[in-house]
C-alpha cells in the first residue's frame, strides 16, 4: 500500500523560503526564525515515511500585483520574462533532486513511473524505496505560447494547470472569463503531447469549456466540494457531476476551511480532524455513485498556518492514517486503494508516454 498525492509545493517552497526537501521538516523548523513563514510540514524523508510513492509536484509563479503576498512570498514577477525564469528555477530544482538523490525519480514516461513503484512492492525494503516527482505548472503563465509548452516537456513537465491566478489562457476561480483564443489553442498543444490537464483554481466557465474541449485525461488536483466551504476555489456539485462524466479525478486538501464549514482561522487544529477529510470523499462517492473520482490532492505545504492541518496531521508521514480514517468508515482496502493511490495512478498512465 502507497499513497499518491496529486498536490505538493516542494519546488516553490524551496525558492521563496530556501526549504531543503532532503531535510525532516522538524529539522527545517528548528532552523525558522521569527512568526513568518509557516512551519516546515513536508520533505522526502517525511513523504516516504508516509509511504507518499509519487507527488505531483509543482511549478509555481506569483505576479507582484497577486492580492494579499505574504512577507515571504519573496520572489515575485513583473514581466514575462520574469516568470519564466522564476519557473525555470523550480523545474530545474526538480531535476537536480532526481539527479542528485537516489531515492528520487522523475516521471517522465510509463517506465519512469514502473520503475519508481517497482520499489514498493511488498518485498522491497524500506530503505530502498523511490519516490517518484510528476512536475506540473501550477498556472501556464511562464508558457509564452501554446506551441512553447514544447520546451518545457523537455524539461520534465507533464500536467498544466491553466490558471491558478488569471493568466493570458483562462479565468481565475474568482473571475467569471472563460477560456481565451490562447488558451484553446494551449489545450491543442496539449493534447498532441497527452498532457495531464489540471481544471484546479479555473473558474467555473473556463473549467467547463476546458471540460467540454479537451480529450485527454482531466483531474482537479487540489478542489475540495464546495458543500463544505462555499469558495470560487471548491467544486460545485455540478462540476464534480461533469469530472465524474468525463472521468475526471478529484484531489482533497487536508486544509481545514475548505473540510469543515464551520472551521474558521484561528481555530485550534482539534477543531478539524481526519475524519471530516472522510466526509469530503464520502460526499464526492454519494454523488457520483462511486469511488473512481476522488484522491489525495493534500496541498499540505501550501502556504496555510500549521494549526489549518487536521488534528492528526503533523507532517506529511502522517498521510498515511488516512488509510485507517477510511478504514474506520467503512470503505474496504480496494476501495481505499483506488482514492489514495488507484484513481490518480489511473489518470497519469493515461498521459504518459510509453518510454
Known amino acids: 500500500m502507497f499513497l499518491v498525492d496529486a498536490q505538493q509545493s516542494i519546488a516553490f517552497n524551496a525558492q521563496q523560503i530556501g526549504r531543503d526537501y532532503r531535510r525532516w521538516a522538524w529539522l527545517q523548523r528548528q532552523d525558522s526564525t521569527g512568526i513568518a513563514p509557516p512551519p516546515a510540514v513536508t520533505s522526502l524523508r517525511d513523504n516516504l515515511l508516509g509511504r507518499v510513492a509519487v507527488v505531483f509536484a509543482s511549478a509555481q509563479v506569483l505576479s507582484e500585483s497577486t492580492p494579499g503576498l505574504a512577507s515571504w512570498q519573496r520572489f515575485t514577477y513583473r514581466t514575462e520574462a520574469d516568470a519564466r525564469q522564476l519557473a525555470l528555477w523550480q523545474v530545474d530544482y526538480y531535476r537536480r533532486l532526481a539527479d542528485e538523490q537516489s531515492r528520487i525519480r522523475l516521471i517522465m514516461t510509463r517506465a519512469d513511473l514502473d520503475a519508481a513503484l517497482d520499489t514498493w512492492l511488498d518485498d522491497s525494503a524500506v530503505d530502498e524505496r523511490v519516490q517518484g516527482i510528476v512536475v506540473k505548472l501550477k ?45 484553446m489553442e494551449l489545450l491543442e498543444v496539449m493534447a498532441e503531447h497527452s498532457v495531464l490537464l489540471d481544471i484546479s483554481a479555473m473558474s467555473a466557465t473556463a473549467a467547463e469549456a476546458a471540460l467540454e474541449r479537451y480529450d485527454g485525461a482531466i483531474i482537479a488536483s487540489h478542489s ?42 484561528g481555530d485550534p487544529k482539534r477543531r478539524a480532524s481526519l475524519s471530516h477529510w472522510v466526509d469530503a470523499v464520502d460526499y464526492i462517492c454519494q454523488l457520483t455513485g462511486s469511488v473512481d473520482h476522488v484522491g489525495l490532492g493534500s496541498n499540505i505545504d501550501g502556504g496555510f498556518p500549521y494549526q489549518a492541518l487536521p488534528a492528526e496531521i503533523d507532517t506529511s508521514c502522517d498521510l498515511w492514517l488516512l488509510r485507517r480514517a477510511l478504514h474506520e468508515r467503512g470503505f474496504d482496502e480496494a476501495q481505499a486503494g483506488a482514492i489514495l493511490r488507484g484513481n490518480m495512478l489511473r489518470k497519469l498512465k493515461e498521459s504518459l508516454p510509453d518510454g
Open 224 to 265: 475540495n466540494p464546495r458543500y463544505f466551504h462555499d469558495n470560487p476555489r471548491c467544486l460545485s456539485d455540478a462540476q464534480i457531476r461533469r469530472l465524474a462524466e468525463r472521468d475526471g479525478v478529484i484531489g482533497l486538501m487536508v486544509y481545514n476551511q475548505f473540510l469543515r464549514r464551520d472551521w474558521h482561522p
Open 139 to 183: 498556472g501556464a503563465q511562464p508558457v509564452s505560447k501554446p506551441r512553447q509548452l514544447e520546451e518545457w516537456l523537455e524539461y520534465g513537465l507533464r500536467i498544466v494547470a491553466p490558471a491558478w491566478r488569471q493568466t493570458r489562457y483562462a479565468g481565475s476561480a474568482e473571475s467569471a472569463d472563460g477560456l481565451s483564443a490562447l488558451g
